[in-house]
């Protein structure tokens, strides 16, 4: 025994509560299949496929970046979104405490949260806009129609407002023509944002976005108070209602003059463009924005379905939903564009400029143009893209809240029936954090957190995710544990897809982005030097929380040589697997352990697991023995 003990290195972990069911944790579960498919379909459909899907096939050869992007999304999207959707639902989890699995690679949570959080802020101050334009839809006329008003300039184009162009040819011929101002593009700019000459120029807060901006706080708040109970409701009408929106829209644009060289620009390829490498690179961004892969979301919402719940299923469904949205969504903005290019007589790459201007100008546009009870429209598509906003961000809020409890439950155990003072103290310091966002140079500070923080990092993480299942976890292991919970065992082209072609096809683009930056910049004003350096430290700070994390661990919650602590480090915490021990025991793992127990660390097969543990996974592993005096608390 004591030669035994010479081999030991006893660490300390202090344990959550017991986790024999839901209500002894009080953390929840989804009260229907569909809150989850729905909650998950809203994550995955929001701003970005009205405005940022568009944009990019707008500003990447049109037609020529469906294809990339389709490719990427079932050789990217779709393999991240079945792991991380299995992943969360395995350990039931938030995107931090589920780092059980290997706690060296912790950090990569942190890191997730902390993108999380910049997201939060900066997202709230688009359907803020829209809350803006959904408020003045009730004044008659409509307030972007028209040059007569007294922040419009001598360079405004109306074209046919009020009056309606009666044909369009196909294909037309409209060189030598120059972009026009059009009316609502001057309405965005110079009356809501009153936007100041640069991002150094802040200006002062406009108290009509900021009142905005409070009540989608308030409601971000109500929706999400009592957790994943009434949340998982309300996405029955916000993720379901937009796709009326957009219908009502698609028909709209669709009866405008020129609609059809839009849609014709929108699905006709430039085969040249796909020997480009900037739009793979797009589109493989684009695929991880949209659907959240690496933002730690998906492992949220998924951590609240019951064990045995189909994710693959659910991926399918999630996917292709969210495909098809994006295109649907390029259809109706296309059709848009092709009656802005013909009414301003400017080649359709001309007629408006990209990103938000598509959102808040092009169908404003559009909307101006319907003869019968335009403010009636114009409200319900700008409600239409705040229930398309609220869908993403509750559930990117849900991760910073649901990691925070996960994380906290450990030092104040009775901190989830508090839950709803949390979500609040949350709230409230995300609106005063977010208040810049609300002053005349608000939309330069927007674009620099959605361009930095929405860039590489989640990429990064994503890549850093799939190493840990590929070589320290173990995809034999994962499979087996993912075929327990969904009753079949996925085939072997998900090992090739995990190892080799999804890593590809970040890594790829990744490189390429470095190697041909070009700065951040909003419309011609191009970012500063001071601007860029700000935008590259919120992307090193997500991806460094991985590095700071990993040598904290390894310096102070582990002991013995380094190469002792690193294998001890990644090996799975005995708390590591499912919730109920019901479930543990089908995944072949052992009870979950008791509130005192003793970590050992021994070169033999892992005995967590019972008896049809896979020979490969041999090694250092964590072994649980009861004992009454030692408090292990160090490896979470």
Known sequence: MDTMKEKMELESVV?????????????????????FILSSMGYAIGLGNVWRFPYLCYSNGGGAFLFPYLIMLFLVGFPILFLEISFGQFGSLGCISMWRISPLFKGIGFGMVLMSGYFCLYYNIIIAYSAYYMFASFLNPLPWVGCNH????DACFDGSQGDGIL?????????????????????????VLQISDSLGDIGYIQWEILLCFIFVWIVVFICISKGVKT??????????FPYLGLLTLLIVGALQPGAVNGILYFITPQFDKLLDIQVWKAAANQVVFSFGAGWGGLHTLSSYNKFNNNTFRDTVIIVVSGGLTSIFAGFVVFSIIGFMACDAQVPIEQAIDAGPGLAFVAYPEAIARVPVIPQLWSFIFFFMLITLGLDSQFVTLETIITAVMDELEYFYPNIRKRKTLVIFSV??????????????????????????SAGYSPMILALAELFVFDCIYGLSRFIREVGVMIGSKPSFIWKVMWYIVTPILIIFPTVYGFIEYTPAQYGDYVFPGWAEAIGWTMTASSLICVFIYAAYFLIWRVKGSFIQRIRTAIQPAPEWGPALDEDRAAAGYQPYPKPTVEIITKDYDNIAFTSDSPPEYNGMHSVCVGTDDIDISEIL
Do not use: H
Request: net charge negative; proline share 7%.
């Open 427 to 452: 709230c409230f310091i995300m609106l005063l954090a977010g208040l810049p966002f609300t002053t005349q140079g608000g939309i330069y500070l927007m674009t620099l957190f959605d361009w930095y």
């Open 167 to 191: 044909e369009c040819p196909m294909n037309p011929n409209f060189t030598g023509k120059t972009k026009p101002v059009f009316a609502s593009e001057e309405y965005f700019e110079r009356r």
């Open 15 to 35: 344990l959550p509560p017991s986790k024999d069911d839901e209500d002894s944790t009080g953390r929840g579960k989804w009260s229907g299949k569909l809150d």
């Open 150 to 153: 007294t922040f419009n300039t």
């Open 231 to 240: 949340s998982g409701k309300v996405v029955y009408f916000t993720a379901t």
